[in-house]
């Protein structure tokens, strides 16, 4: 079963960084691609990025082209959200998000969720 643990959120300056983990407890998750969504108070969770189960294949939201990476460690179970240049419209709780195949670019395309990080950036 796939059970994915999110880590590293916290409290940055603008323009600081942070870098985001996901990992599957359950050791599935290694064929499967992944995503990072997030969700600011109010509004709708939000798409950010998402790879491919070889990491191979990298897709980003515009909001973070450039300032966040996506990458993947396979053998280590686990899935990073590199964060820079934060903004304080950054500010969300970040989620990690998994199916067993096909795009995740949507939130109703994820069959797991992780529990979520706080990410707060002030300014």
């Known amino acids: 079963q796939v059970q994915l643990v999110e880590t590293g959120g916290g409290l940055v300056q603008a323009g600081g960084s942070l870098r985001l983990s996901c990992v599957d407890s359950?050791?599935?998750?290694?064929?499967?691609?992944m995503a990072w969504f997030r969700q600011a108070p109010g509004k709708e969770r939000e798409f950010l990025a998402t790879i491919s189960w070889n990491g191979a294949i990298t897709y980003y939201a515009d909001s973070v082209k450039g300032r966040f990476t996506i990458s993947r460690n396979i053998a280590k179970n686990t899935v990073y959200l590199q964060m820079n240049s934060l903004k304080p419209e950054d500010t969300a709780v970040y989620y990690c998000?998994?199916?067993?195949?096909?795009?995740?670019?949507?939130?109703?395309?994820?069959?797991?969720w992780g529990q979520g990080t706080q990410v707060t950036v002030s300014s």
């Open positions: 359950g050791r599935t998750f290694s064929m499967y691609p």
């Open positions: 998000a998994a199916r067993p195949t096909g795009d995740l670019r949507r939130p109703t395309e994820a069959n797991y």
